[in-house]
């Protein structure tokens, strides 16, 4: 078997926030579902899920997402980060990755308007405006529901529950955290104008509207420390095939104003495609570093050449791997060694654990 050689940066370990990884891989974060749908607690298969791909080397796992509270849950079978019994359920799970010298970071997580009644704990869901999404509950087959309007008081509640989300993630053993701030869910639902339409100091224009999501940061970076705490952000919307930044180069540099003004360092700009090119012949990523001199990390259907092409360049710092990672436990293994990775099939890896 040839040994490919070609893709040194792939494989380079690197110092990241207060991790050093095994190499410039990351695992993006996937749903699969792998918790008790009452209880939100990690099934126990999870753990060799989770044990093999840092055992294959990959430098970062991002979990998958992972609710802040009842009322933030809007798919069926999502694992919590705010009982006591889901964080005793996550320390298997971290406790195999660090086994295997892996560092891993959980994903936390409010979808916002994105749910149902019947899965937000009884509650209609919330979000910046009471404006109802279009659209399917996925794996739930029921419209997603007419949301309530946060008042500042539940704004403020849900800004603490991050914060605990985050610290429940280090005791669970987690060695850091992930914002989800993007693909319309709540911290993307207060950064849209399709889905806020406030008159207050949440609302307004985009540089106001970020106003939540500085708010989420600042709470979350005081729980576990800036070097611990990643934003994920994107143009792209779940919800919303069709919606698009109007002046995009003008949307990044709002928004990386805004993470200078809270001090962030590590961010997760998200696409479907990491070529596509969004304004002035540059793809998200480009645009994103024109302005920000931090660390990206990279994802949108991430083949190993395009990723290592991306980490030379210095356009990103991590390549985030997605679905490649579901087919294959064994990715970094089967590129190094130049062997066909196995296609990713939803009926065949969807719900299977490998």
């Given at each position: 078997?040839?040994?490919?050689?070609?893709?040194?940066?792939?494989?380079?370990?690197?110092?990241?926030?207060?991790?050093?990884?095994?190499?410039?891989?990351?695992?993006?974060?996937?749903?699969?579902?792998?918790?008790?749908?009452?209880?939100?607690?990690?099934?126990?298969?999870?753990?060799?899920?989770?044990?093999?791909?840092a055992q294959?080397?990959?430098?970062?796992?991002?979990?998958?997402?992972?609710?802040?509270?009842?009322?933030?849950?809007?798919?069926?079978?999502?694992?919590?980060?705010?009982?006591?019994?889901?964080?005793?359920?996550?320390?298997?799970?971290?406790?195999?990755?660090h086994q295997?010298?892996?560092?891993?970071?959980?994903?936390?997580?409010?979808?916002?308007?994105?749910?149902?009644?019947?899965?937000?704990?009884?509650?209609?869901?919330?979000?910046?405006?009471?404006?109802?999404?279009?659209?399917?509950?996925?794996?739930?087959?029921?419209?997603?529901?007419?949301?309530?309007?946060?008042?500042?008081?539940?704004?403020?509640?849900?800004?603490?529950?991050?914060?605990?989300?985050?610290?429940?993630?280090?005791?669970?053993?987690?060695?850091?955290?992930?914002?989800?701030?993007?693909?319309?869910?709540?911290?993307?639902?207060?950064?849209?104008?399709?889905?806020?339409?406030?008159?207050?100091?949440?609302?307004?224009?985009?540089?106001?509207?970020?106003?939540?999501?500085?708010?989420?940061?600042?709470?979350?970076?005081?729980?576990?420390?800036?070097?611990?705490?990643?934003?994920?952000?994107?143009?792209?919307?779940?919800?919303?095939?069709?919606?698009?930044?109007?002046?995009?180069?003008?949307?990044?540099?709002?928004?990386?104003?805004?993470?200078?003004?809270?001090?962030?360092?590590?961010?997760?700009?998200?696409?479907?495609?990491?070529?596509?090119?969004?304004?002035?012949?540059?793809?998200?990523?480009?645009?994103?570093?024109?302005?920000?001199?931090?660390?990206?990390?990279?994802?949108?259907?991430?083949?190993p050449e395009?990723?290592?092409?991306?980490?030379?360049?210095?356009?990103?710092?991590?390549?985030?791997?997605?679905?490649?990672?579901?087919?294959?436990?064994?990715?970094?293994?089967?590129?190094?060694?130049?062997?066909?990775?196995?296609?990713?099939?939803?009926?065949?890896?969807?719900?299977?654990?490998?």
């Amino acid at each position: 078997m040839t040994t490919n050689t070609s893709l040194h940066k792939l494989f380079e370990p690197v110092q990241v926030g207060a991790w050093k990884l095994q190499s410039r891989v990351a695992m993006a974060p996937m749903t699969r579902c792998f918790a008790d749908d009452e209880t939100g607690v990690v099934n126990p298969q999870a753990v060799e899920y989770y044990r093999k791909r840092a055992q294959d080397g990959i430098g970062l796992i991002i979990s998958e997402g992972t609710v802040i509270s009842p009322r933030a849950k809007g798919n069926p079978g999502v694992p919590g980060l705010y009982t006591e019994e889901q964080v005793e359920s996550w320390k298997p799970v971290t406790e195999a990755v660090h086994q295997e010298g892996g560092t891993i970071i959980a994903q936390i997580w409010h979808v916002g308007r994105l749910s149902h009644h019947e899965l937000s704990g009884g509650q209609q869901p919330q979000s910046a405006s009471a404006i109802q999404a279009k659209g399917y509950v996925p794996r739930f087959r029921k419209p997603f529901d007419q949301p309530e309007a946060m008042s500042k008081e539940e704004i403020h509640e849900v800004v603490n529950q991050y914060a605990q989300a985050a610290r429940n993630a280090i005791k669970a053993g987690f060695d850091g955290v992930e914002i989800h701030g993007a693909h319309g869910y709540l911290v993307d639902q207060f950064n849209s104008d399709v889905s806020n339409q406030r008159t207050d100091e949440y609302g307004g224009d985009l540089a106001q509207r970020l106003t939540f999501m500085k708010e989420v940061l600042r709470a979350v970076i005081d729980a576990v420390g800036v070097d611990r705490t990643i934003i994920r952000f994107s143009a792209f919307k779940g919800d919303n095939l069709d919606y698009i930044w109007e002046d995009p180069e003008a949307a990044i540099r709002t928004f990386v104003e805004a993470f200078r003004e809270v001090g962030v360092k590590m961010i997760h700009p998200s696409t479907m495609n990491f070529t596509q090119v969004l304004a002035d012949g540059k793809t998200l990523h480009q645009l994103v570093r024109k302005y920000w001199d931090g660390l990206i990390i990279g994802v949108g259907s991430l083949d190993p050449e395009t990723a290592e092409q991306a980490l030379a360049e210095g356009t990103i710092d991590l390549a985030a791997i997605g679905r490649p990672l579901i087919a294959n436990p064994d990715y970094l293994h089967r590129v190094k060694a130049g062997t066909p990775l196995e296609t990713y099939e939803a009926e065949k890896h969807l719900l299977t654990l490998k």
